[in-house]
T-cell receptor, first 113, second 114 residues
Framework: KAGVTQTPRYLIKTRGQQVTLSCSPISGHRSVSWYQQTPGQGLQFLFEYFSETQRNKGNFPGRFSGRQFSNSRSEMNVSTLELGDSALYLC????????????FGPGTRLTVT | AQSVTQPDIHITVSEGASLELRCNYSYGATPYLFWYVQSPGQGLQLLLKYFSGDTLVQGIKGFEAEFKRSQSSFNLRKPSVHWSDAAEYFCAVASTGTASKLTFGTGTRLQVTL
């Protein structure tokens, strides 16, 4: 079974721009979560989607948003990029009904200049 | 609120030596606990999980972890470390219910000397 895939793997953007990251979960998984990883803050939860609905949200500004499609694929968007948004963005999927283990993709490395 | 503490930021062991990485958690209910490993520039790979039952759980790559409720600990062990085990290791606890999220510790970087 194919794992979680994320595109693109690397991205360089300029302050003020916006960016969209994509995630395809493991087949059959209906829940997708996003995490931000930085050297200073570690791994932080952004949000979780299940059946196209956001079920949980972390403590991030409204510039961070996401959505999920009917095929469970998910995108996250960051608007008005700031230097501090430079991070590894990880997507994880799980079944969503009682199963709590999450499987991670390789991440998207975003650099904001 | 749930939290995870990994007291060791960096550990160095010799190849062939045993390994124990410490993890302490705080969670109000029965915890769902995980260990993940991350190689440089990569995502997180699930090593093992604890939900209930036997407090000693086996994972991939020869790792095991022991859940001790009285100590709120979930330490990761390996009897004999290989050079390829050098990576960063994260302990995590999952919130349960309709919505779930993982709360991670700050990670322990493992260096293996030959």
């Amino acid at each position: 079974k194919a794992g979680v895939t994320q595109t693109p793997r690397y991205l360089i953007k300029t302050r003020g721009q916006q960016v969209t990251l994509s995630c395809s979960p493991i087949s059959g998984h209906r829940s997708v979560s996003w995490y931000q990883q930085t050297p200073g803050q570690g791994l932080q939860f952004l949000f979780e989607y299940f059946s196209e609905t956001q079920r949980n949200k972390g403590n991030f500004p409204g510039r961070f948003s996401g959505r999920q499609f009917s095929n469970s694929r998910s995108e996250m968007n960051v608007s008005t990029l700031e230097l501090g948004d430079s991070a590894l963005y990880l997507c994880a999927s799980r079944y969503g009904q009682g199963g709590y283990e999450q499987y991670f993709g390789p991440g998207t490395r975003l650099t904001v200049t | 609120a749930q939290s995870v503490t990994q007291p060791d930021i960096h550990i160095t062991v010799s190849e062939g030596a045993s390994l124990e990485l410490r993890c302490n958690y705080s969670y109000g209910a029965t915890p769902y606990l995980f260990w993940y490993v991350q190689s440089p520039g990569q995502g997180l790979q699930l090593l093992l999980k604890y939900f209930s039952g036997d407090t000693l759980v086996q994972g991939i790559k020869g790792f095991e972890a022991e859940f001790k409720r009285s100590q709120s600990s979930f330490n990761l062990r390996k009897p004999s470390v290989h050079w390829s085990d050098a990576a960063e290791y994260f302990c995590a606890v999952a919130s349960t219910g309709t919505a779930s999220k993982l709360t991670f510790g700050t990670g322990t970087r493992l260096q293996v000397t030959l």
